[in-house]
């Protein structure tokens, strides 16, 4: 029987809080953009940000920050031109690598956007402000951030393992970039078969491709690879904007966190509940589809979804049993 303790409850929250924060972000700078008061509101809203994570500890400001880091940074000028892409992947990389190497590059990543936002580049309308805009308040974060990493604040908040093939952390963010690479590849593979006539065949073999990239690694990179693919996934209808579509995502988000730091049995849990959520009717962007790698065909959704359930399954049940032996023998 699962037992959810007061540690259980303050970690839930602050995911929830993060999650939340972050998206709330998003909605006030799109909102600034569309009522064209964006300039006006750049050092506010980087004042704001920082005010947001200021109070969190350590460890859990340091994943507040790359998870802010990866989506606000990497999604204002997605679909603008190709070069986005290029961005898309150096944000990631700075992110993963700020929880699982130096703070650092989470510091360095704010500071270096500002010469990305200077790049021209055609924009609608409601953006023309954006780059000054995104400038004045990538300068404020970049500064917190140098300031809080300069006086040790986050030194002991960078995630370790106990692998030995992740004890370094060149290891650790190459295991990072490999398991980035998967995801891209995932995402490529569903945007390339969802619209075709074989999408539902081929989203089983999709999944099982999956799990074979993820097989050789050690059980901690595993792990971590499917408390964020999980929580990917749950976001994968919720950049609709629909109220009930973002509270499924923050379901899938704490089952998510809970098979990490309680018991792996709800990955499983999350995905099988998450395919049948594929068949309730909707309207789908093809173009978000695209970037975001879900099926356009519910039933492939709902294959591809309950394949990796299985795995989870069984992946969760080898987990409990090494647990379980360990503890037998200590």
């Known amino acids: 029987m699962l037992k959810i303790g007061k540690s259980d409850l303050t970690t839930i929250f602050y995911v929830l809080y993060i999650a939340v924060a972050t998206l709330g972000v998003s909605y006030a700078i ?14 506010p809203l980087g004042v704001v940000i ?4 200021f109070w969190l500890p350590p460890r859990v400001q340091l994943v507040g920050w790359a998870v802010a880091t990866g989506w606000l940074l990497s999604s204002v000028y997605l679909g603008s031109s190709d070069y986005e892409l290029v961005a898309l992947v150096v944000v990631m990389l700075a992110a993963i690598a700020g929880v699982v190497w130096s703070p650092w590059f989470l510091a360095a990543i704010w500071f270096l956007h500002p010469v990305w936002d200077l790049i021209p580049r055609e924009l609608p309308d409601p953006m023309h402000d954006l780059p000054l805009a995104c400038l004045i308040y990538d300068l404020v974060i970049a500064l917190y951030l140098a300031w809080r990493t300069r006086k040790g604040f986050f030194d002991d908040a960078v995630a370790k393992s106990s692998a030995r093939m992740l004890g370094s952390g060149w290891a650790r963010t190459l295991v990072a970039i490999y398991l980035v ?7 490529l593979a569903v945007g390339t078969l969802t619209m075709t006539d074989a999408a539902v065949w081929a989203s089983a073999l999709v999944g099982v491709g999956l799990i074979a990239l993820l097989f050789w690694l050690p059980k901690d990179a595993q792990r971590v690879y499917w408390v964020a693919f999980t929580a990917w996934m749950g976001m994968n209808f919720a950049h609709s904007g629909d109220l009930l579509e973002i509270a499924v995502f923050l379901a899938v988000v ?9 018991n792996p049995y709800l990955w499983s849990v999350a995905w099988a509940l998450h395919a049948v959520w594929y068949l309730v009717p909707r309207e789908h962007n093809m173009q978000m589809a695209m970037l975001m790698g879900h099926w356009m065909q519910p039933v492939a959704g709902l294959i591809f979804e309950l394949v990796i359930a299985a795995w989870l399954f069984f992946f969760a049940r080898r987990i409990n049993s090494e ?3 360990a503890a037998q023998q200590s």
């Open 30 to 43: 799109g909102f600034a953009t569309t009522y064209d008061v964006l300039l006006l509101a750049a050092l």
């Open 50 to 53: 920082v005010a947001v994570f």
């Open 181 to 187: 690479i998967v995801v891209v590849v995932e995402i």
């Open 254 to 262: 704490v089952l998510a966190v809970l098979g990490f730091t309680k």
């Open 323 to 325: 647990k379980a032996l």
